[in-house]
């Protein structure tokens, strides 16, 4: 028969959600009390100032505090309490395990969620060549798989309305399944983070730090930590590149689409056009990223903990890569023989990757966005923590 003090201790843990916490969720709780009471790690990353403002963490404090993690893997090189001490505090380990749960959990559809943990390699290098196959069968069966230079470009094999009706749907739902849970998760963490609203302000810094990847420095801005205990600023460069490449390149397809219907000048465009320029940056930019990017997964230190995500990391890597790639090739094919079939790949490879986008690595990018932005809004409130509270 349970004690008073049993059921007074059990309904406080269901008031704050302990009671709900899976093993991964309460593995976090353990380490970050832990931490809370070593604090060596404070200036490092925003993880560790808005976990002091916690004496205890609930399900939608862990939430937060995993996707605010970069997974830099300074605090684990740093921490005395790292295996083997009896400890074993792997705060990245711990977020990451988290982190990719969260994924799945807020997912829409619900019933989708399963899709991050088999989005690997294989799938999605399927995904594309399948696509690409079917694109090739269509062009085949008009005839202009093969056959000599083409002229007037893509619009050519593909007029412009057949493919606004085959990307357009695809990238709403794209748009919709990622906004719809990053949407849920905002929901949940805002009670957690304060419930002040979103400021101009604090908009502003978590901008800043996102777009600078401020927390892949390390906390002194030497780097962090990807192989060894040697601080390197690789990953934060490869980063930046594939991530701004991918900005260049959809700003030249917007930028042509732009073109397009307001100004009336349809594509082919010439080497020396603003849309060109774009592409050709972004695309070299992007092939670089992705290379890099691909390295250091290889190379990364197991105990950082993303070993289960590495096949969905390397599945999107693999797309931009080959989108980046077959791009650029395209570009260089312009009304050659070599042309339709390059397109098919091309395409069949955009489309597995925005088929792909709300169930894969790009979440990442999106739910740390708006852990960054609650920690924006958190830091400027007053801590509920006083010396006297109980």
């Known amino acids: 028969m349970q004690t008073i003090q049993q059921l007074t201790q059990e309904a406080q843990a269901l008031a704050r959600g302990d009671m709900l916490l899976t093993s991964p969720e ?164 805002t009670p957690a983070t304060s419930g002040a609203p979103l400021s101009s302000p604090a908009a502003a810094e978590a901008a800043h730090d996102a777009l600078r990847l401020k927390y892949l420095g390390g906390g002194h801005g030497d780097g962090c930590n990807n192989e060894d205990d040697a601080f390197t600023l690789a990953r934060k460069r490869m980063h930046h590149l594939t991530f701004y490449g991918f900005m260049l390149c959809f700003a030249a397809t917007s930028l042509a689409t732009l073109y397009h219907y307001a100004f009336g000048w349809p594509a082919p465009y010439d080497f020396t056009s603003l849309p060109k320029i774009l592409g050709t ?52 094919s312009k009304n050659t023989a070599a042309m339709p079939v390059l397109l098919a790949v091309h395409l069949g490879t955009v489309m597995a990757l925005f088929l792909t986008l709300p169930y894969g690595k790009f979440a990442h990018g999106i739910f740390r966005t708006a852990a960054l932005l609650r920690f924006a809004v958190e830091k400027r409130q007053p801590s509920k923590l006083t010396l006297g509270s109980d």
């Not at 940056?281 to 390295?295: E, H, M, N, P, Y």
Request: glycine letters at 10%; a positive charge; proline letters at 5%.
């Open 26 to 189: 309460k593995e976090v709780a353990r380490q970050l009390q832990i931490c809370n009471g070593c604090r060596y790690c404070e200036g490092f990353c925003a993880v560790f100032p808005a976990m002091t403002r916690r004496l205890e963490f609930g399900k939608a404090d862990i939430h937060y505090l995993a996707n605010l993690c970069h997974n830099c893997g300074a605090c684990l090189h740093a921490c005395q309490y790292a295996p083997p001490h009896e400890f074993a505090i792997n705060v990245p380990k711990s977020m990451a395990t988290v982190r990719g749960q969260t994924y799945a959990d807020y997912a829409w559809p619900q019933a989708l969620g399963g899709l991050y943990k088999s989005n690997g390699l294989t799938v999605s290098m399927a995904l594309a060549l399948s696509l690409s196959l079917f694109l090739i069968l269509a062009i085949q069966s008009n005839g202009t798989l093969w056959g000599g230079p083409v002229q007037n470009g893509f619009y050519a094999i593909f007029p412009h309305n057949l493919m606004v009706s085959m990307f357009a749907p695809i990238f709403l739902w794209s748009v919709l399944a990622l906004t719809f849970g990053v949407m849920k998760f905002w929901r949940e963490v």
């Open 281 to 332: 940056v972004g695309g070299i930019s992007l092939a670089l990223g992705t290379l890099g990017l691909w390295r250091l997964n290889l190379a990364r230190d197991p105990q950082h903990g993303d070993v289960q995500q590495r096949p969905m990391d390397r599945g999107f890597i693999g797309l931009l890569f080959f989108i980046s790639v077959t791009g650029l090739a395209l570009m260089l």
